[in-house]
């Protein structure tokens, strides 16, 4: 018989559940004598202290209700689906201003952490909750117009994606994850498949096969990692890493290495992503938009994991120059192909691979400066990417799908005089254009990192972050790959945006619906936001990675004072 | 039990990613399931190999061997979500066949494949 592996609950000192109560009581009568401000909250149990949970059980609640309720009665559908997401939104902006206090743990049953399943908002998880409450609220808006319509149980799906995001975004639990990412893709699948038609089913097949392969690297690495450390609590891994006797870090770091692959196909990293130019250019509009987080989730596992990890203990550092390898590549690779893209939407893809890119070589470089304006850019770069596809949708509705099969220099061999019909058209500009118009402007600029919107700043945090103190020959790759990325998502955009917007076409200026309209100044109005408060949301992000580079912290907020001190 | 366990372990992973390489969606599909029984089974040998031993001890059980119940339940949790996927998979296979008229995973035939001017979309 092989040996028992270490058992959470044989090991010596980690507090069991048993003792709990008595330390709950001893904080309630005396003063606190602990930094953690875990045990306050469950010391207190307030209503406020369920607000971490809502994040899941309110969508998938609704989800449920969607079910019963007929696909015919689609206001009340609407309805219940956009109070649902906006009060996630709330939800999310409350949880991002306790968090910014200080990291709250919700025990799941109220088990204690190494055994029950904890879910924690501190000021990364909170930050990707309102990026995907308010990226969620803009595509549910927009599909209120058409895309609601196309196929049944659309709303249903919505919701449940939402949940997986926000779950994988707050749990503390590896197997947790995987079912949380589990509950995401399955929505995906349904949210890919939605509209039907032959690209989608062709481009969702490989998009399903791919991910399904991708869970089955996620189960192995979960496995190997649970085989060797014996607990799946992040936080209980971390202090078991920076313990001096742990045992197998080879085979433990194989599991990790296994467990990174799936969540770098996940963040579509070079050369794991070819899917996605491919699937999110066949979604609808709304779900493509939405489908932009799902790529971020796999970056942000991928920060929390390294950072909680691998920076400092065992393995500390492990597989850091294979994540800025897979980024470098990756952002090379999106380069590429957002200048070889011809439709509007697959070069919105490739600004998701982009982005992915640009974080994982950013996290790679290990310089935590630069990984506050790369979070910051994150934010940025993922609302452009969602709006680029809404205005996608709108600017090639009605089009001649064939259009991608054109000569891929049409219009430059064109009679000039040709176009006399564009001054007309500029005279009576419609509104919708306008703003059609100044929304890609806005993308644009969002996307390539041009001033004066926050993609600029965003960039130029990362410069700064990379240039201080000496410059190494990483960082000067970096800056060179960063710098070539905004030249080379810059071109084919201006090249895409004259073509669907200035050249004069036959067909009908597009109409623009009122749900369209507001969807798209949404996220358009959060892009601008991001730049007039640039400087309140650069501090966040500044302090979450302060946050994020002290792991002993969130062990101690996880497991409690005496385990988080161990571990230091 | 160990070798048995490994060798099953390793022909059936071998044999789902052979499968999983193969041009026909349903191939792939049955790849999928053979590499999700191995990785099943993967997940279940994490808990290391007993015979006999208890996963749950009752009060005043002597401890001699025990199982860890832990690989059990995420052994559980991957089935049931293994299997619902597969059968999503499935379904799409089935639309993919009905609407472009192939099990090619391109979706046309391979010997169709370069597309003719007149047909874009053989």
Request: charge should be neutral; hydrophobic fraction near 55%.
């Amino acid at each position: 018989m092989g040996a028992s592996p270490p058992r959470p609950n044989r090991s010596p000192g980690i507090r069991t559940h048993e003792t709990l109560p008595q330390q709950e009581a001893s904080l309630r009568d005396g003063p606190l004598p602990m930094t953690s401000s875990v045990l306050t909250a469950t010391a207190e149990t307030a209503w406020s202290d369920h607000l971490v949970v809502l994040p899941i059980v309110l969508p998938i609640a609704v989800a449920g209700v969607m079910l019963l309720l007929d696909e015919r009665r689609r206001r009340l559908k609407s309805g219940l689906s956009l109070v649902t997401v906006l009060l996630l939104l709330g939800i999310a902006l409350m949880l991002a201003l306790r968090a910014d206090a200080a990291a709250q743990v919700y025990r799941l049953g109220n088990w204690d952490a190494p055994y029950g399943i904890v879910l924690v908002a501190d000021r990364l998880s909170a930050m990707m909750l309102v990026l995907a409450s308010v990226l969620g609220l803009c595509a549910l808006v927009f599909s209120f117009a058409r895309w609601g319509r196309a196929g049944p149980r659309f709303h249903g799906l919505f919701l449940l994606l939402l949940m997986g995001v926000n779950g994988a975004f707050l749990t503390g639990d590896l197997f947790n994850l995987f079912v949380f990412f589990e509950v995401m893709l399955a929505a995906s699948y349904g949210l890919v498949l939605h509209g039907s038609g032959e690209t989608r089913i062709r481009a969702g097949l490989g998009y399903i096969a791919v991910n399904l392969v991708a869970s089955l690297f996620f189960l192995v690495g979960v496995s190997l990692i649970y085989g060797t450390m014996g607990t799946l609590n992040m936080a209980d891994l971390a202090r078991r890493l920076a313990a001096p006797a742990a045992a197998e870090p080879a085979l433990f770091e194989i599991g990790c290495a296994v467990l990174g692959i799936a969540f770098l196909i996940k963040c579509s990293a070079w050369p794991l992503g070819f899917w996605l130019p491919t699937t999110y250019a066949a979604a609808s509009a709304p779900a493509a938009a939405i489908l932009a987080i799902l790529s971020k989730v796999g970056i942000y596992v991928v920060i929390r994991l390294s950072l909680l990890l691998f920076g400092s203990g065992l393995s500390a550092g492990f597989g850091q120059t294979w994540i800025l390898a897979a980024g470098l590549a990756t952002m090379a690779y999106g380069t590429i192909g957002i200048l070889a893209a011809r439709e509007l939407t697959r070069a919105a893809g490739y600004a998701v691979m982009i982005s992915s890119g640009t974080m994982l070589a950013v996290l790679g470089t290990g310089s935590a400066a630069a990984l506050a304006g790369a979070l910051y850019y994150l934010v940025g770069s993922t609302l452009a990417a969602g709006a680029l596809f809404l205005l996608a949708e709108i600017l090639q509705r009605g089009r001649a799908p064939g259009q991608a099969q054109q000569a891929v220099f049409a219009d430059e061999y064109r009679d000039p005089f040709d176009d006399a019909d564009a001054i007309e058209i500029g005279r009576t500009f419609p509104a919708a254009v306008a703003l059609l118009g100044s929304g890609f402007l806005l993308c644009t600029l969002m996307l390539a990192g041009i001033p004066p919107l926050s993609g600029f700043v965003g960039k130029l945090a990362m410069f700064t972050g990379l240039a201080t103190g000496p410059i190494t020959a990483v960082a000067w790759w970096l800056i060179a790959a960063l710098t070539l990325s905004s030249f080379g998502t810059l071109a084919p955009l201006v090249r895409l945006g004259i073509q669907n917007l200035w050249v004069p076409s036959v067909d009908p200026p597009p109409v623009l619906r009122t749900s369209e309209f507001l969807a798209l100044s949404g996220l358009l109005a959060a892009c601008l936001a991001l730049a007039l408060w640039g400087g309140p949301a650069l501090a966040y992000a500044d302090a979450t990675v302060r946050w994020l580079a002290q792991p002993q912290d969130y062990v101690r907020a996880v497991l409690g004072a005496a385990q988080g001190g161990a571990g230091t | 039990m160990e070798l048995v366990l490994s060798l099953g372990i390793g022909v059936f992973a071998a044999s789902g990613i052979w499968l999983m390489l193969r041009p026909r969606t349903f191939q792939v599909a049955l790849g999928i399931s053979l590499l999700s029984y191995a990785v099943n089974l993967f997940i279940f040998a994490m808990g290391r190999l007993t015979v006999g031993a208890p996963p749950v001890l009752g009060a005043g059980a002597e401890v001699v061997s025990v199982d860890d119940p832990v690989p059990q339940a995420l052994v559980l949790t991957a089935l049931v979500i293994g299997f619902a996927l597969t059968a999503l998979f499935l379904v799409v296979l089935l639309a993919a066949r009905g609407i472009t008229g192939s099990d090619h995973v391109d979706g046309r035939e391979p010997a169709q494949a370069e597309p003719q001017p007149g047909n874009p979309h053989p």
